[in-house]
């Protein structure tokens, strides 16, 4: 019987697929290499939805087969190491898009109409905050993406929708597609920076985009502008952000990630009452968290039984021997 092992329990139907397929299943509940190491030496499978693996782990575990990851980002696995060993690295592409996109689009109504600090205002007697005059309407606003993927694309559709005009920077997608959609593509990430009243990212997390927005690119942006990350934390230097809204040199800020994750209560981040921060929860509603588990297990449980699934981010894993013989 194969072995699978899971850092944390998947959604419901994640787990079916699993069960159906009869593989042993182990949970960890715990992402750390070194606390599922015990379990991975014997496994064929490992599922991560919350949690790394690197070289030393995988070069531990011989009969390890694939790496399952319920979502896209894949920043907390060695890839150039699993692709080395043969070992693919299952993800789950567009079955999260819609719900993180919708996520992007509520953080910007409540960065646009100065929500949260209205609510704990009027929470504390202070129904004067409305006439403060620090909400705007977004009709006629210039929406910026830093990333024109599965959530950016549906992200401006809806920005559209409501009478914004979208801007994109992203370099892996040709001017030609982004301008048949009725959208402005720029060369430069500075254009969207210094243009757009929203700036809102969809990039992975890699070594190039890591701190991509710091101090300077902050500074560019519009007094009034809005910044919205629900990316990767590390794509923003949380320091120059924080810098940024205690200086008020942006209108305000939405992320749903951070650099450290869980975050401290007693982060600087808290301090500012012109930003929402959300736990890492644009992917997590009913529909996506259903949706990535059972690709994430249906993909893992098909590279074990030999399969070369096809959603996975590193293809040339299948070129090694262990695939050629």
């Not at 790496?67 to 080395?84: F, H, L, M, Q, S």
């Amino acid at each position: 019987m194969a072995k699978v092992v899971i850092s944390h329990r998947l959604h419901d139907d994640g787990m079916a697929v699993l069960e159906k397929a009869g593989v042993e299943v182990v949970i960890t509940n715990s992402g750390d290499p070194k606390v599922m190491l015990p379990e991975l030496k014997d496994a064929d499978g490992v599922i991560i939805r919350i949690g790394s693996i690197d070289r030393e782990t995988m070069e531990q575990c011989p009969k390890l087969k694939v790496i399952g990851r319920p979502g896209v980002g894949v920043d907390d696995v060695d890839v150039e190491a699993a692709t080395e060993l043969g070992i693919p690295v299952v993800i789950a592409p567009g079955a999260n898009s819609r719900s993180v996109a919708e996520h992007a689009m509520a953080m910007m109504f409540a960065c646009a109409k100065d929500m949260i600090r209205s609510d704990k205002e009027m929470r504390n007697g202070n129904f004067g905050i409305r006439s403060s005059y620090k909400a705007y309407e977004l009709g006629g606003k210039t929406l910026g993406l830093l990333g024109y993927g599965h959530i950016g694309s549906i992200f401006a559709g809806m920005a559209a929708g409501i009478g914004m005009k979208v801007l994109v920077y992203d370099p892996f997608i040709k001017r030609e597609a982004v301008e048949a959609q009725g959208y402005g593509y720029r060369e430069d990430m500075h254009d969207i920076l210094k243009e757009s009243d929203v700036v809102s990212i969809h990039t992975p997390l890699t070594p190039q985009t890591r701190n991509m927005i710091g101090e300077a690119e902050l500074q560019m942006m519009k007094k009034d502008g809005i910044l919205i990350n629900c990316a990767r934390g590390g794509i923003v230097d949380e320091a120059a952000l924080n810098k940024a809204l205690d200086e008020n040199r942006i209108h305000s800020a939405g992320t749903d990630v951070v650099v450290h994750e869980p975050i401290d209560p007693a982060d600087p981040i808290f301090h500012h009452d012109n930003i929402v921060v959300t736990p890492h929860m644009a992917g997590q509603t009913r529909e996506a968290a259903s949706g990535v588990a059972t690709l994430a297990a249906e993909g893992t449980v098909a590279v074990i039984n030999g399969q070369k699934w096809d959603k996975v981010c590193n293809p040339k894993a299948y070129d090694h021997k262990r695939w050629n013989k």
